[in-house]
């Protein structure tokens, strides 16, 4: 350790230490670097003493981050190209993180690329807070606010030779999905000499999100609205996507700065902005707001037809699902699109129609697959204990809190996916609390003051139709849009054209089934969907005594509905008066000849209603 090393963890413990006194006083008083010291050493509990090396991640690892963020990058990549052009020869290198702070793409010197990676300018290298202390990418992730970390700033001596400009990406749902990050190994002292470098990533971050939000809206139509004529065509200050309906659908940072009245934008119709039908606003080149205040030169993005569905190679643990139903394959390809985005998912499908199994599959086949899958229905917990389980709370923190604290099912799929199954069912009032986690990212536990972060994927189900819920009051009209940043609809069983597949993977080899039983299950209308076939098939192999399933096997649901009253009954009925008249009505000695038991036997009887001669 170097004087200057020693110097600054002086320096952080004694700032450390007056500011923890002075955040008594004045909790607002410490600026953004004094702010994350204290929250490295009060929260993520690090040691200003405590060196830490770089870390990069192994290439496995940082190969399924990057992946996460494709869609980004792969938008990101000419912007990047561009400002890298631009800070090179100044000795400045780029990076762009991902939400958990890992390096998913770099542009640097190769010649400088010892000293980068050492000093953790590189791809891989995990800059959160938590792990690395005070530093531009983690820093900026934790305040959601562009930040120049110099030199001194930051937390760890290790760092203090480097200077970071890092600027927070958001998507257009509002949601932090990644930082742009310009830094250098040596940086003259005033931290002034940094002023140009945070411009350039100001503006670049902004021109990415722009790019990303036409990119992934351009099923969408997109408003581009200016207050500056000259520059309309050059740099639209606000963009608004909206669906056919003329409902907001995304909108970049500014626009969201804008509307920032409305807590939760996502869903308001076109109207709610700006007067007259959306039809003609899409073609009016000059906009007044909805306050007539705000005047805006106005274009429209006409959106992108979509490239047909065939076209989408369905994911492996989704194609799983299906036998080749045309409906199901539909739903799957659209399903394996989402699984890179961070969109929600609401499943639709009726009762037993299988929307948990899809969500698990979901789960695993996207990049939360490492995370856990944390199921909850809704309408199975009590609505007193539905807050608790979902939030957690701290002890003693509502009569029944116990005195332990207790971590909620939302913190419990951090990472990974939390499935909500009759969210129709939440009360109205965990509904907005709900909208708050899913809006800021943030659970606060009951009874907590200081909210949590979380990352967590919401997959959600209901059997009562939402929008219906809606419009009677019970369900909140910004939470649905939330949840439904997607839908997969999953269809009945009775319209599925795969049942005979669906049969096979049930029955797993266990048992064959008859001609007839397979007619039987092929003309239900399984209201119970694929959770009665399931039954009916575990049922039929409890009966079954021969490795053959027949007809008789089958619950009685199945064999006296109006479909299936075959008309061969007669012809059965009679080859088996037959059958047994030629064996004297030994029920064994028919059986046998059958292959089947004497019980399976005695059921086909009574169906068929044969009544044995009275014993003599
Ligand atoms: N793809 C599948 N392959 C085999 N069995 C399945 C499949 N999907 C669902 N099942 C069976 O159907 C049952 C019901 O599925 P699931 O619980 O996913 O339905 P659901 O739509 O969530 O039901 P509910 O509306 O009642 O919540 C499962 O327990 C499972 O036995």
């Known amino acids: ?48 003493s405590r060196l830490q090396e770089a870390r990069i991640l192994p ?41 958990q702070g890992v390096a998913v793409d770099y542009l640097g010197d190769v010649n400088a690329e010892i000293s980068l990676r050492r000093a953790g300018l590189f791809l891989g290298a995990q800059w959160s807070e938590a792990l690395s202390g005070t530093c531009a990418v983690g820093t900026a992730l934790a305040t959601r606010q562009a930040i120049t970390i110099h030199q001194t700033d930051h937390f760890d001596a290790t760092h203090i030779p480097l200077t970071c400009s890092a600027v927070p990406l958001f998507d257009s749902q509002g949601d932090l999905q990644a930082v742009l990050d310009i830094s250098a190994l040596t940086s003259p002292q005033p931290r002034t000499s940094q002023h140009l470098v945070m411009q350039l990533a100001q503006q670049q971050a902004q021109k990415i999100e722009n790019a990303w939000l036409l990119h992934r809206h351009r099923h969408d139509w997109v408003l581009k609205l200016s207050r500056n004529p000259a520059w309309h065509d050059i740099e639209p200050e606000f963009l608004l996507a909206f669906d056919a309906h003329g409902r907001l659908t995304g909108l970049n940072p500014a626009a969201r700065h804008w509307l920032k009245a409305h807590p939760q934008p996502l869903g308001l119709p076109l109207s709610a902005l700006f007067p007259g039908p959306m039809e003609q606003l899409l073609y009016t080149p000059q906009l007044e707001d909805i306050s007539g205040q705000q ?65 698990r599959a979901f789960h695993q086949a996207s990049p939360r697959c490492k995370g856990p899958f944390v199921a909850v229905n809704c309408a199975a917990i009590p609505a007193s204990l539905l807050e608790s389980e979902l939030f957690g709370h701290l002890p003693g923190s509502f009569s029944g809190a116990g005195s332990k604290a207790r971590r909620g099912l939302i913190q419990a799929a951090e990472g ?3 499935f909500l199954d009759e969210i129709g069912d939440m009360p109205l009032e965990m509904q ?47 939470l649905l849009y939330r949840l439904q940043g997607a839908c997969v609809h999953l269809p009945p069983l009775r319209e599925r054209k795969d049942i005979n597949w669906l049969i096979e993977q049930m029955l797993a080899g266990r048992a064959q089934l008859s001609d007839r039983a397979r007619q039987a299950l092929v003309n239900y209308r399984w209201p119970g969907n694929l959770r009665e076939l399931n039954h009916a098939l575990q049922y039929a192999l409890a009966m079954c005594e021969s490795g053959v399933i027949e007809w008789d096997d089958l619950p ?20 088996l008066l037959r059958q047994l008249r030629t064996v004297h009505w030994n029920i064994s000695a028919a059986a046998r000849q059958l292959g089947i038991s004497r019980m399976t036997l005695y059921r086909r009887l009574q169906r068929l209603g044969i009544q044995l001669p009275e014993r003599q």
């Not at 004087?3 to 955040?23: D, F, K």
């Not at 274009?299 to 643990?317: D, E, N």
């Not at 037993?352 to 969500?359: D, I, N, Q, R, V």
């Not at 009685?556 to 080859?575: G, R």
């Open 556 to 575: 009685d649901t199945l064999c006296f509905v109006a479909p299936f009253q075959p008309p061969a009954s007669d012809d059965q009925h009679e080859a």
């Open 432 to 478: 907005t609390r709900l909208l708050r986690v899913l809006s800021e990212q943030e659970v606060t536990p009951i009874g907590a003051r200081q909210p949590q972060k979380v990352d967590i994927r919401v997959l959600s189900a209901s059997h009562h139709p939402l929008a219906q819920r809606v419009a009677d009051g019970l369900f909140r009209e910004d």
């Open 59 to 99: 290439a496995g690892q940082l190969r399924e981050h990057r992946q996460q963020l494709e869609e980004l990058r792969f938008v990101a990549q000419p912007g990047l190209d561009k400002l890298y052009q631009q800070i090179a020869p100044a000795g400045y290198i780029l990076l762009l993180a991902d939400a």
């Open 295 to 359: 005047r805006f030169y106005a274009q429209t993005i006409h959106p992108v037809r979509p490239t047909p569905a065939t076209g989408v190679t369905l994911s492996p643990k989704l194609a799983a699902l299906s036998g080749g139903d045309p409906q199901l394959d539909q739903q799957l390809r659209r399903a394996t699109r989402l699984l890179d985005s961070s969109l929600h998912v609401l499943v639709q499908g009726e009762t037993g129609s299988g929307k948990e199994y899809f969500a």
């Open 1 to 48: 350790m170097n004087l200057s090393q020693r110097e600054h963890i002086a320096n952080v413990v004694a700032s450390v230490e007056q500011a923890t006194t002075a955040q008594v006083l004045n909790p607002q008083g410490s600026d953004a670097v004094q702010a994350s010291w204290l929250r490295c050493v009060n929260h993520h509990g690090l040691d200003p």
């Open 416 to 418: 990974g996916t939390l």
